[in-house]
């Protein structure tokens, strides 16, 4: 079974860094297009950052120039460097990747979330 899982989330001061992965494991043929997200209490879950399968780069205008999302395609790995976070980038991180299994279909795919939060 395939499966995602988040790391790198924690408490940091405002102006403070952070780098969350996700790392994919299991039966994995391709991984196509891989991405961030972000949710608070109360409001929808929004989306930080694509990437595809060949480099190519979305961000949240929220972000831009803060963040930068990159993978590792030999590690099945996608990453989010976080920089200058402010309070409101407080939130759940859940990634989620477009998996193919071997002989199967592509499949959206989410991890379990990890916890960002930044103080003022």
């Known amino acids: 079974q395939v499966q995602l899982v988040e790391s790198g989330g924690g408490l940091v001061q405002a102006g403070g860094s952070l780098r969350l992965s996700c790392a994919a494991s299991?039966?994995?043929?391709?991984?196509?297009?891989m991405a961030w997200y972000r949710q608070v209490p109360g409001k929808q879950r929004e989306l930080v950052a694509t990437i595809a399968r060949r480099g190519s780069t979305v961000y949240a205008d929220s972000v831009k120039g803060r963040f930068t999302i990159s993978r590792d395609n030999a590690k099945y790995t996608m990453y989010l460097q976080m920089n200058s976070l402010k309070p409101e980038d407080t939130g759940v991180y859940y990634c989620?990747?477009?998996?193919?299994?071997?002989?199967?279909?592509?499949?959206?795919?989410w991890g379990q979330g990890t916890q960002v939060t930044v103080s003022s």
């Open positions: 989620k990747a477009d998996i193919q299994e071997f002989l199967g279909p592509v499949r959206p795919t």
């Open positions: 299991g039966r994995i043929f391709r991984i196509n297009d």
